[in-house]
């Protein structure tokens, strides 16, 4: 026969069910703004039933109930909607990390404003054909060489600041492969709690949502896959190479070699993230054979060239020849030649002695250099073209940019919103949840009380009969 108190022990693991649950309500609504946060829901079910022990036992039909118990504290997750996001956060990475690199160069370059090159330019060839409707006159020739030393110096700052980026964007690399490899031995250490967790048969729900905030922060980084294991641990690769064994507890070291990225001193194939998207905007967009800079010290090498093969097959005012204007190579070294600094007369206007010093020939075509056609870093085009070009696809490339960083926001945000649909907690759900789990509680409670009555009713009462 079961025991004449069995009814208390089955109404105590109802109040010791829902109770559990509404702990769990209590945490859900708690963490409804931490980041990361999955949802948990207790997971009821009826407790091992009890059979008779007696030689009678078949005279009883079915077996005795003993209650409720909670079956296993669920973190709602889903793993398939987990990937997605991390796909598109990883090509997040990429947009943004170009996005806002080339926002800071379109600041640089000023374009159009009244410090960026098209402006000195301008002022430089306008000084040329001043001189020539006055080649003798001391004003223009001084106006000329104070326009010349301020696109030189144009070009020479505009050089600096894109260099300035390019280290800004190695800065910003070596930032980001910090964080991952700290990120990576802080998921490591997680691994080894939450095995020792689920090796005492428990669920450690919050120290998961912990390392898949983790687990978010690399994959913006680059393209990452990750692998769960039975014993709860789980591994990462990071492109071809695996960044944590998760078997072994072994984290490799995320570093930059040249322009690659490498895991433990192996070339990774990135192709999405933060990490490619700087390395293409240092290398490639900035740096490079054909980057910003080399363009740059293409023009300004065209500069250098074309007004010196002019200028000296010209006459100065002293009567000299054969005097170059530009001192320098490209646009980190160009600048007005110690000669033409000494003094303004050396400038060649005249195209030959006998027109001194009236003549304005050289001049002249000097200020026609502006629209003579030159190859310029593989392509012909003018001076001035060849700057509108440069400063146009930096605007256009900038604008592409930021296009597809918002569309790539969108795209995640359905994503995070997938995610949230799933993951989140809601605060609807949890109070009805409440109130549910409150009556549940209640009633329990209440059947502890019917049956101390049974029993106070055995106790103190049935003594009496027969008296």
């Known amino acids: 026969m079961r025991s004449t108190f069995f009814g208390l022990s089955s109404a105590l693991t109802g109040i010791m069910a829902h109770q559990r649950a509404l702990d769990t309500v209590n945490h859900n609504v708690g963490n409804t703004d931490t980041p990361g946060f999955s949802r948990q829901r207790v997971e009821l079910g009826a407790a091992p039933a009890y059979t008779n022990p007696a030689w009678n036992t078949p005279t009883t039909p079915g077996q005795v109930g003993t209650g409720t118990q909670v079956n296993q504290l669920i973190r709602v997750r889903d793993q398939f909607i987990d990937v997605q996001f991390r796909d598109q956060n990883a090509k997040l990475g990429t947009f943004e990390a170009q996005s806002d690199a080339l926002e800071r160069l379109n600041q640089i370059i000023d374009e159009p404003g009244d410090t960026g090159l098209t402006n000195q330019l301008g002022k430089y060839w306008a000084s040329w054909q001043a001189l020539s409707t006055r080649p003798e006159g001391a004003a223009q020739r001084e106006s000329l060489r104070a326009a010349a030393d301020a696109l030189a110096q144009g070009f020479q700052d505009t050089r600096t600041r894109l260099v300035e980026s390019q280290t800004e964007a190695t800065a910003r690399l070596d930032a980001t492969v910090t964080d991952v490899n700290r990120w990576v031995g802080q998921i490591n250490e ?18 998961m949502d912990q390392r898949d905030v983790l687990i978010d922060n690399i994959s913006k980084t680059g393209n990452l896959t990750v692998t769960t294991a039975a014993n709860g641990k789980v591994s990462l690769n990071l492109g071809n190479q695996v960044l944590l064994d998760g078997t072994s507890d072994t984290a490799r070291t995320v570093a930059l070699a040249g322009g690659n990225v490498t895991v433990g001193g192996t070339a990774a194939t990135i192709t999405e993230g933060t990490l490619p998207g700087l390395l293409g905007i240092r290398d490639t967009v900035i740096g490079g054979a054909q980057g910003y800079i080399a363009k740059l010290d293409a023009l300004a090498t ?8 002019r200028h000296s097959a010209g006459f100065g005012l002293d009567g000299s020849t054969g005097t170059n204007f530009f001192a320098g190579t490209d646009a980190s070294n160009i600048a007005v030649s110690a000669a033409v600094k000494g003094s303004t007369d050396v400038i060649a206007a005249s195209a030959t002695a006998a027109d001194l010093p009236g003549g304005s020939g050289n001049a002249v075509s000097m200020a026609q250099l502006r629209f003579a056609n030159l190859v310029i870093g593989g392509t012909t085009s003018t001076i001035d073209g060849a700057w509108g070009a440069w400063v146009s696809k930096l605007g256009s490339d900038t604008d592409q940019a930021g296009r597809l960083r918002e569309v790539q926001q969108n795209v995640l945000h359905v994503a995070t919103s997938r995610r949230d649909a799933v993951s989140g907690v809601s605060l609807d759900e949890e109070m009805a949840d409440m109130v549910r789990f409150q009556k549940s509680y209640n009633a329990a409670a209440r059947m502890i009380t019917t049956m101390d009555g049974i029993l106070e009713t055995i106790v103190t009462r049935m003594g009496l009969v027969g008296r």
Request: glycine content about 4%; proline content about 4%.
């Open 302 to 309: 065209s500069v250098i060239t074309e007004t010196n093969t």
């Open 190 to 207: 997680l691994n080894k709690e939450i095995f020792k967790v689920q090796a005492l048969g428990h669920t450690p729900n919050d120290m």
